[in-house]
């Protein structure tokens, strides 16, 4: 069974950096790729980054190019993201997951992780 498990979360103040992590299980599951989304309160769940399994290839929204940056270390089978700058608009619930297909949407990901919370406070 798969298993994806985010960390890294918290209260950070504006302007701070923070990086999450999620590191996946078994270690015989290699999908395409992995990816990050984040679900602000009363906002539906949205796509920001993903990185192909031997990250090779990552791809951003286009609301997310800039202060925001995914890796992986094969290894560890852990994915971060690096958040920079941090704004209260970044306050949500992030969460990963793995696509045997790639795509951006919500449903091109078949296996997810409960997710971490991120709150700024300004």
């Known amino acids: 069974q798969v298993q994806l498990v985010e960390s890294g979360g918290g209260l950070v103040q504006a302007g701070n950096s923070l990086t999450l992590s999620c590191t996946s299980s078994?270690?015989?599951?290699?999908?395409?790729?992995m990816g990050w989304f984040r679900q602000a309160p009363g906002k539906e769940r949205e796509f920001v980054a993903s990185?192909?399994?031997?990250?090779?290839?990552?791809f951003y929204s286009d609301s997310f190019k800039g202060r925001f940056t995914i890796s992986r270390d094969n290894a560890k089978k852990t994915i971060y993201l690096m958040i920079n700058t941090l704004q209260p608009d970044d306050t949500a619930v992030y969460y990963c997951?793995?696509?045997?297909?790639?795509?951006?949407?919500?449903?091109?990901?078949?296996?997810w992780g409960r997710g971490t919370q991120v709150t700024v406070s300004s």
């Open positions: 997951a793995g696509t045997i297909t790639g795509g951006n949407l919500t449903s091109d990901f078949d296996d």
């Open positions: 078994p270690r015989t599951w290699n999908p395409y790729a």
């Open positions: 990185i192909t399994w031997d990250g090779s290839l990552t």
